[in-house]
């Protein structure tokens, strides 16, 4: 038996890595086509606000119809659960539209390329609001993170304000986010999956009205049909698809946060915004100089120093 213990032990270790793997490259691949046709909708229907919602009440169906059919088991939630849950919805409410209203604005490359400045912001927020300290590794690798951003921005062609403040926006907020996450999944029965689901219905009943007074169903029903007559039926395809995608990678994410440590997850979320990042750069042909995809490049780098860094610290 003992001659077979090590034997079995990289048995399981190579199944577990195996699953990681599927995780990870489904998460990307799903997040890759969320991002196309979030942009194609957006291209000819401008209105973030309602994508945004419309994707949260996809998720949001999705999942209350599993737990009616039985696909998926019902979580059981107490008051406190939800109350725990709210700031984190009121962070991924904010942090998804902001992301959304600066791919509206901007390209899909260039709000991925903001986005990978996240750790940037994690020690920032963690340092000044909660005073935790990092290695100087850690300080250091923030300078190529926000230097490698900052070069991205300034030599952006089709630079605009808002789509990068948008993607600032959505950098605090997701910081926000993930600290309330921890301790809200923290010692609870909910799985990845159905906290995800939770979190999809709070955020949609937080954003619906701010969506109706910001854009409002007169502007939408309006667009709506400026971008069937120009694209045909196949508009409402692209619409459920960005919603449908939207739903699936970030349930994905969350199930693969069940499985590993916050440190792993970031770096594979730094991997996704690379095949974002290409593959947008292809799909749409977005122009791009030499300095600006060094910037990106620097960015990426920081992050993975960041990572480095941050090896010890796995709270
Ligand atoms: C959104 O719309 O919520 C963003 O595209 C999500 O960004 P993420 O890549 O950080 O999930």
Not at 30 to 35: A, Q, T
Request: aromatic share 12%; net charge positive.
């Amino acid at each position: 038996i003992n001659i077979d213990l090590p034997d079995q032990q990289a048995r399981k270790e190579t199944a577990q890595t195996l699953k990681i793997s599927i995780y990870f490259a489904t998460w990307w691949a799903l997040n890759v086509v969320f991002n196309i046709y979030n942009k194609k909708v957006l291209n000819v229907f401008p209105f973030p606000w309602l994508t945004s919602t419309l994707s949260l009440a996809t998720g949001s169906l999705m999942m209350l119809i599993s737990w009616a059919v039985g696909i998926a088991e019902a979580p059981k939630t107490d008051l406190d659960f939800w109350k725990t849950l709210f700031p984190v919805a009121v962070a991924h409410s904010i942090g998804h539209v902001a992301a959304t209203v600066s791919m509206a604005n901007v390209a899909v490359s260039f709000t991925h390329i903001i986005k990978s400045g996240e750790p940037a912001f994690s020690v920032l927020v963690s340092r000044f609001l909660l005073g935790e300290t990092f290695p100087t590794s850690v300080y250091l690798s923030l300078l190529p993170i926000i230097g490698g951003c900052a070069l991205a921005a300034v030599t952006e062609i089709n630079f605009n304000m808002i789509g990068f403040m948008g993607a600032m926006i959505s950098n605090l907020a997701f910081v926000f986010r993930n600290i309330f996450s921890k301790k809200g999944m923290k010692g609870k029965s909910v799985s990845g999956m159905n906290y995800y689901a939770c979190l999809s219905m709070l955020s949609l009943l937080i954003l619906i009205p701010f969506a109706i007074a910001v854009e409002g169903p007169q502007a939408w029903a309006a667009g709506w049909k400026t971008a069937l007559a120009q694209i045909g039926p196949n508009f409402v395809w692209w619409v459920a698809a960005q919603s449908i995608f939207y739903h699936l990678y970030n349930q994905v994410s969350y199930m693969s946060l069940d499985q590993i440590s916050p440190l792993t997850f970031s770096i594979g979320n730094t991997m996704k915004r690379i095949s974002v990042i290409v593959s947008s750069i292809i799909i749409f042909r977005t122009p791009i100089q030499p300095v600006n995809c060094l910037g990106a490049a620097i960015a990426v780098l920081g992050t993975f120093l960041y990572s480095q860094g941050n090896k010890g610290n796995k709270k």
